[in-house]
């Protein structure tokens, strides 16, 4: 980030934003060079392929509520940072469109396919926070192309977060269990708790009415009307892919009647993940407003 952000520097002789993109010229070496270590630096932040590996490990071995945090808040910046960012360089001299829209494919990608054997729930977060980084991307692929572009993106960072901290709130109210055996027959024992697991889980599937439902389809949209009606197909193929992953942990909670007694954290833990998951379904169920209000937002400079 930094030798890209002295690159840039270098040649507008500003670091503003405004200045970049009036400052910034015709393609050369090192406008090529600075853009892309800079792209890289963001997809770092971001969990997108090829600098993806720590998210996962971060999810497992960090303690929970960090675990949510690192998952959740850089994802936010980094979205809304990298769509500031790819918009202040010249169209004609870096073809980031279609750079980006390949970052998105090949993270969704790899993040549902590596989710599909996980058995520890918190690395499966992890894999499914680089698959939804993806699912963002095509919102930054559609910038200057649809008006949706900008209120799917802040959107889909709602739904996204509300539906992480569900997920990452049940394992800490659950004292940090993560195995998949734990969950076991847990819709008997603590049906609440499952039933936020199971919301959070549908959400990122994208099952109406939640909050992730009206995301994807938002996300779909614009990627169609931005030309990229392939990125959108491979999206759909995705979201059925993580279906499988998704269910591993599902069906047992709710279809298996084995399993110890499992005690919880606290009320207060558990009221704060129930609120969580409620969040995901209020969400989605004003959606339109949220779109609406989202609709006057600006990538200020």
């Keep these: 980030m930094l030798i890209g952000v002295a690159y840039l520097f ?85 073809g980031w469109r ?29 894999w499914s926070a680089v698959s939804q980084t993806g699912y963002g991307l095509m919102a930054i692929v559609a ?41 076991d027959g847990l819709a008997r024992r603590r049906p609440l708790l499952a039933a936020t697991l199971a919301v959070a889980f549908l959400s990122f599937i994208g099952i109406p009415p939640l909050a992730g439902f009206p995301a994807k389809l938002l996300l779909f949209g614009v990627a169609i009307e931005a030309g990229y009606t392939w990125l959108s197909v491979l999206a759909v193929v995705n979201t059925v892919i993580s279906l499988f992953y998704y269910a591993r942990f599902l069906a047992p909670m709710y279809f298996t009647g084995g399993g110890h007694r499992v005690g919880v954290l606290s009320r207060w833990a558990s009221g704060a993940t129930i609120a969580a998951g409620l969040a995901v379904i209020g969400i989605g169920l004003v959606a339109e407003l949220l779109v609406s209000a989202f609709a006057l937002a600006l990538l200020a400079a």
């Design 98 to 126: 279609p750079l980006i829209a390949l970052l998105a494919a090949a993270t969704m990608t790899l993040g549902n396919l590596a989710a599909i054997w996980q058995d520890d729930l918190r690395r499966l977060l992890g």
């Design 143 to 183: 910038l200057d192309r649809s008006e949706l572009a900008i209120p799917s993106l802040l959107f889909f960072l709602v739904a996204y977060v509300a539906g992480n901290l569900a997920a990452f709130g049940v394992v800490v109210a659950l004292r940090g269990r993560t195995a998949r055996e734990d969950y």
């Design 10 to 94: 270098g040649l507008a002789g500003a670091s503003t934003y405004p200045q970049l993109a009036q400052m910034l010229g015709p393609s050369s070496p090192a406008l090529v060079a600075g853009s892309a270590l800079v792209l890289i630096a963001f997809a770092f932040k971001l969990g997108a392929v090829p600098v993806h590996a720590w998210v996962p490990d971060v999810a497992q071995g960090a303690p929970a509520p960090v675990a949510a945090f690192v998952t959740s808040v850089p994802k936010v910046g980094g979205l809304i940072a990298l769509a500031r960012f790819v918009e202040l360089l010249p169209a004609d001299a870096i």
